[in-house]
């Protein structure tokens, strides 16, 4: 509530930086006023520069849905602190996790709930409040013996909402503003700030009587006997309401049981002259809100009515001219009473003359209202003060001089979020709130040296200089880190963006998850993805959203496997196989990668999101993370990959799943070869993938090829906690040598499951365009291994039996073979030690993304694990000598899949030197439960009394029984593994 004052003596135009005492003078209250006033707009505009018009360093005021079962509509908000106009807020989080919703804010009792909201901009708005012992009474000084001594300033901040047909901030503003203006307000986005736009002016009546000398007073002033501050605020549509003393006596009332117009005073008034008076008006207020000691405080506007009697000293009443009631609604519906209502005195209300002056009683003040189109916002307020010593003079005098804007209510507002509904479901179409960080935290993240920048749309011409901008902060930086933060847009990147060995140590992140990177036109070369990185060490891509559209290869390259496709058709044509459908099939592919990563160390990537396509219409090869060659340290961190919308199940002609991926590595094969009769030459390299010490996990995959495809020749990787939802397989591992053809001549009892791998057709085209396609057009040397060998046309690939010929079998048993010799001269020239350790832990697949092939009605599913590295003739020999044992661990995973009858596994594990799978839940979704939930088959081959090296315990088996060795010397039944497990057979 208004404060008793003297004067209001604060005027920004003069610039004064401080209140200066001296020596033997009184000091009045408005000189303290004033100092506070300076000093508070000086930090107000200082928190300005530094933050701007609105930012929060810790995620505060997010809006949120909460769980089912509270009220419909309702609105989570998330604690923390906001800076909005240079002021600093704080919504303190309560005890024990409860949630602060919309419904129970603690700065408002009755929030007005929607009842049908299609879109909502949700706002923080404060109001600079008084609050005096009237309302709080730990204010009064109880060793003066409980007077009523200074008043206190307080923000009252308040989440509201705003009915909008836009879905994004900037839109949903401007119509906000649309409706303020309606409301008489001005909105300044520099500063957040909401204004009146109303104006008043103070002067004195002149009743044209000349002033007589003989009379000290002069005529047509101030007519009272007392100094006075005189408030004057709109009240009502087209009435202001005035009164004395800044309107500032307030009471706590109660209304009589027995007569609903008739209120209570909890105090008497100070002296007689105060004494409300007939006729003279008053303002019912109802409680606000509590204070955190639980003492009510007054709401800012309330309903004014001339009083039907004066007082009544006897009870302390007054007589109202309509009843009054303490009851209120919740937003729950239910209702409550206010132990006690507020009542405030003013003088009288005057029906708004726009632009004519009108008296203020017998005071001999008048003022003049203006507002263009006549706009009085509610509650807008005016005080100015005036003297008998000085009857002709308002303080302060620029009241006299101009219209002058309303003191208050001081108004800031802050958008949150735009929302919309489906139902009573919400959904945040996009957050509002700009974030940064605290110095503490930048000093702790950036030193030594290096730079850290942040660049807008602008700064970067919508996009298309960013490549430019990135490019000389390196430059500047001298090798030393630099990290480039994006503020929330759509970057539009004309061609990829280009890191090379020049670009270690950069770090390319999002201020927030609004920062969007996608093609200028996808039909433009992006063959190399939207971010490209060719020997980039230490790169780190955080919380950016990326959204590559498809490209037609054969548009921008003409190399597959460093040959040229008449080279392929050519190979494919002498092995008598259908050449125009390979032919077609290189004609439509096109590509969509986002990252594309070579030769790459400590490569990180951690919050981002892969927008992926659904397309298909479009021989797609898509993925999220390519990798290429060696590269260590890799890390993939709680990202998302997916489309915005899954469609559960695709109807193809074919068995042919989408060949999207989440992240793929492989090698890179580039070859030459001569063909003649049934024989030819080849002559090539290979960049060997390695993948040593890399962690995938946390990530979310959701309608897609598979999650994972990773192929490499040695390494320790871990693959922990990721979800996949809706795609055709899941985590697909395997060793260089697997899949190769190197060791295809190899036959074993196991051979038929290496078949029915090798006939995938998601691996055969994942592993085909992988190896095949062209390195980064900026990776200057690869370092190749080569090789030369010769070759029989026919040699036999292993196939499944049973299984159909697709256009895969046609386009890879060519490349295989290609491939085959390349690996067998390679590895004969260059022996390695290979040694993986795979762990697979705490991930849950569900490898349920369906396609149905018209012609046969069949429905395929892949893997939801597989793990497999080449079964060799024995250990230490052939091939490759000195090949170690690997070490692969399946714990605590679940898989789901649904393949065709006797289809493949949920889970294959082949040829692996140590395994352990543990505490897992497997199961097959096939018709009767009949498709197999676990292969695994170690190394060999073993003597029969050799124990296998593997251990299957503690599972669920939910489906066709395992396919697992035999442990020997053991009595049964602990001489199968199924014994260690639960097994429920469908």
Known sequence: ????????????????????????????????NEAFQITGEEQRKEALDFVGPAGTPDNGYEIGFPPAGGLNFDLNIRPGTMYVGGLRVELPPRPAGELILYSNQPDWFTPIMPTDPNRELIFLALLEQEIGAVE??????????????????????????????????????????????????????????????????????D????????????????????????????????????????????????????????????APPVDEFHAPRLAQVVEILRPDFALSNGQL??????????????????????????????????????????????????????????????????????????????RFTLGAAWAFAVRPSTPVEVYPPRYAGAPQPPEGPRVWVCPLAVIGWAGTTGQVLEDCREHFDNLVELTKRKTGCGCCVTLSLEDVDGGARLQE???????????????????????????????????????????????????????????????????????????????????????????????????????????????????????????????????????????????????????????????????????????????????????????????????????TVVATLEIGGEAGTIEGGIILPELDRALIAGNFFQGIGAAV?????????????????????????????????????????????????????LLDLGLFLGRAYPLPAHFETPPLQSGSAGFNLFMPIPKAPGLPGTLMAITLRAFFMLEAVVFNAIFQAFPRQLVYDILLAENDVEALRRVVNRETERVASGYAYLLWEEQLP????????????????????????????????????????????????LRNRTVEQSGPTLVALPTGPFSPDMEPPISVTGNVFHGQRPFLPARVNVPPPMDDWVFFNAWLPG
């Open 136 to 205: 709080d009474d730990a204010l009064k000084d109880v060793a003066l013996g409980g007077v009523d001594t200074a008043q206190r300033l307080r923000i009252v901040q308040r989440v509201q909402r705003m009915p909008t047909d836009a879905a994004t901030c900037d839109a949903a503003i401007v119509q906000a503003q649309t409706e303020w203006a309606a409301l008489g307000l001005e909105f300044d986005p520099a500063t957040l700030r909401l204004t009146p736009v109303a104006r008043l002016q103070a002067g004195f009546v």
């Open 874 to 921: 024995e250990v230490g020999a052939g091939v490759f000598p000195g090949r170690m044992p690997s070490s692969v661990i399946l714990s605590a995973n679940r898989g789901v899949n649904r393949t065709h009858d006797d289809g493949i596994p949920t889970a294959l594990v082949l040829f692996a030197g140590y395994c352990s799978i543990t505490g897992g839940h």
């Open 469 to 667: 901008v990135i490019d000389a902060l390196i430059a500047q930086a001298q090798g030393a880190p630099v990290t480039v933060s994006l503020r929330p847009g759509i970057y539009k990147l004309p061609e990829t963006l280009r890191l090379g060995p020049a670009h270690r140590l950069l770090t390319l992140e999002g201020c927030d998850r609004r920062v969007l990177l996608e093609p200028v036109n996808p039909e433009d070369n992006f063959i190399d993805g939207l971010i490209g990185l060719a020997e980039s060490h230490e790169v780190t891509l955080r919380r950016l959203m990326l959204r590559p559209g498809p490209t037609r290869f054969f548009s921008h390259t003409n190399l597959l496997a460093g040959m040229e496709p008449d080279r392929l058709l050519e190979l494919v044509s002498v092995m008598g196989e259908n050449k125009d459908a390979f032919e077609q099939y290189l004609n439509e592919l096109a590509v969509s990668i986002a990252v594309r990563a070579a030769e790459c160390e400590m490569l990180r990537v951690e919050d981002c999101t892969f927008v992926m396509q659904q397309t298909p219409e479009l021989r797609l090869f898509q993925v999220g993370i390519f990798l290429s060659g060696d590269c260590p340290q890799f890390t993939a961190l709680n990202n998302h990959f997916g489309p915005f919308q899954v469609t559960p199940e695709i109807e193809e002609p074919t068995e042919t799943p989408p060949v999207s991926f989440g992240i793929l590595h492989t090698g």
């Open 709 to 761: 495809l990773v192929q490499t020749q040695n390494g320790q990787v871990r693959i922990e906690d990721n979800l996949v939802r809706q795609c055709f397989a899941g985590v697909l591992w395997l060793s260089v040598e697997a899949f190769s053809g190197v060791v295809s001549q190899v036959q074993t009892p196991w051979s038929f499951w290496a078949g029915q791998s090798a006939g995938d057709p």
């Open 207 to 266: 009743d044209g009587t000349p002033p007589d000398l003989c009379e000290p007073t002069a005529q047509g002033g101030y007519l009272e006997a007392d100094n006075q501050l005189i408030r004057v605020q709109i009240s009502a549509a087209g009435e202001f309401t005035w009164g004395y003393d800044n309107a500032a006596f307030l009471y706590r009332i109660t209304v009589d049981p027995d007569d609903a117009t008739l209120v209570h005073l909890g």
């Open 1 to 32: 509530m208004p404060s008793d004052r003297t004067r209001l003596s604060y005027d920004a135009r003069q610039q004064y930086r401080a209140v200066v005492e001296q020596q033997g003078r009184a000091m009045v209250e408005a000189d303290w």
């Open 297 to 374: 405080v007054a709401e800012p506007r309330g309903t004014f009515m001339p009083l039907a009697a004066a007082y009544n000293p006897d009870g302390q009443s007054l007589t109202l001219p309509s009843p009054v009631s303490m009851d209120f609604t919740l937003p729950d519906g239910s209702t409550q009473t206010y132990p006690y209502l507020f009542l405030r005195v003013w003088e009288e209300t005057v029906a708004i003359t726009p632009g004519t002056a009108q008296a203020l009683g017998s005071t001999g003040v008048q003022v003049t209202l203006t507002a263009p189109g006549n």
